[in-house]
Nanobody, 124 residues
Framework: QLAESGGGLVQAGDSLELTCTASRRTSGSYAMGWFRQAPGKEREFVAAISWSGDSTYYGDSVKGRFTISRDRTKSTVYLQMNNLNPEDTAVYYC???????????????????WGQGTQVTVSA
């Protein structure tokens, strides 16, 4: 139900925008979020946004560099990533909780639906 796009190979200092589209939803409103997983590491929280867009949440490592936004008419969420560095290299996953306007939490277990992921690679 969730499909990410926009990943790629960039250089340090560059910007990249990821897109996630929810292809089908039975009913209700829902928050959306982004996580990432680097090789050999656990999946970590990146950013999340409420259904209305009035609340946003960021992981400490991306605050001030990444911006999450959404277009409810298109069931789409965006992750604008600026000033990328090699430590941002990971597979980025879109996620959504089941029928919750706000994130139930920022742990992986708090999210019910996941996309297949998109690779972001930042070279030094």
């Amino acid at each position: 139900q969730l499909a990410e796009s926009g990943g790629g190979l960039v250089q340090a200092g560059d910007s990249l925008e990821l897109t996630c589209t929810a292809s089908r939803r039975t009913s209700g409103s829902y928050a959306m979020g982004w996580f990432r997983q680097a090789p050999g590491k656990e999946r970590e929280f990146v950013a999340a946004i409420s259904w209305s867009g009035d609340s946003t949440y960021y992981g400490d490592s991306v605050k001030g560099r990444f911006t999450i936004s959404r277009d409810r008419t298109k069931s789409t969420v965006y992750l604008q990533m600026n000033n990328l560095n090699p430590e941002d290299t990971a597979v980025y996953y879109c996620a959504a909780p089941a029928y919750s306007d706000y994130p139930r939490g920022l742990k992986v277990s708090d999210w019910d639906y996941w996309g297949q992921g998109t690779q972001v690679t930042v070279s030094a």
